[in-house]
């Protein structure tokens, strides 16, 4: 439990860093702290969303993804495009930081509250 609970909070640290990243990149935001609670939400919205909808065929993942953007665009300033382009900043700054990770044996290749990483 303990471990998975590190593992955890590790994730959602890597998460929010791409996010802050992102952020800073798309709205000039800076506030890791923000970013933290962003992708706490983040992950949160996203388990509960998929869990009743991911099921669906196609429209599923669209309406997780599509509330996980919402998230994001209810936190930071800007509008739906400006949430998109945190997102996919995010999303391949968290994937580099996971690959060079994960080249090095440090972890797996995988974080909280940054989907589909």
Same mark, same amino acid.
């Given at each position: 439990?303990?471990?998975?609970?590190?593992?955890?909070?590790?994730?959602?640290?890597?998460?929010?860093?791409?996010? *802050?990243? +992102?952020?800073?990149?798309?709205?000039?935001?800076?506030?890791? /702290?923000?970013?933290?609670? /962003?992708?706490?939400?983040?992950?949160?919205?996203?388990?509960?969303?998929?869990?009743?909808?991911?099921?669906?065929?196609?429209?599923?993942?669209?309406?997780?993804?599509?509330?996980?953007?919402?998230?994001?665009?209810?936190? *930071?300033? +800007?509008?739906?495009?400006?949430?998109?382009?945190? /997102?996919?900043?995010?999303?391949?700054?968290?994937?580099?930081?996971? *690959?060079?990770?994960?080249?090095?044996?440090? /972890?797996?290749?995988?974080?909280?509250?940054?989907?589909?990483?």
């Amino acid at each position: 439990m303990i471990e998975s609970l590190i593992v955890f909070a590790v994730s959602l640290l890597i998460g929010a860093a791409g996010i *802050y990243v +992102g952020a800073k990149v798309v709205v000039d935001t800076e506030d890791y /702290t923000y970013a933290i609670i /962003t992708a706490l939400l983040g992950a949160i919205v996203w388990g509960v969303v998929g869990f009743f909808f991911g099921w669906v065929p196609l429209l599923g993942p669209l309406l997780v993804f599509i509330a996980y953007l919402a998230v994001i665009n209810a936190r *930071y300033p +800007g509008g739906w495009i400006d949430a998109a382009a945190i /997102t996919i900043v995010a999303w391949l700054s968290v994937l580099i930081v996971l *690959y060079v990770l994960a080249l090095i044996g440090v /972890t797996g290749y995988e974080a909280a509250g940054v989907p589909g990483v």
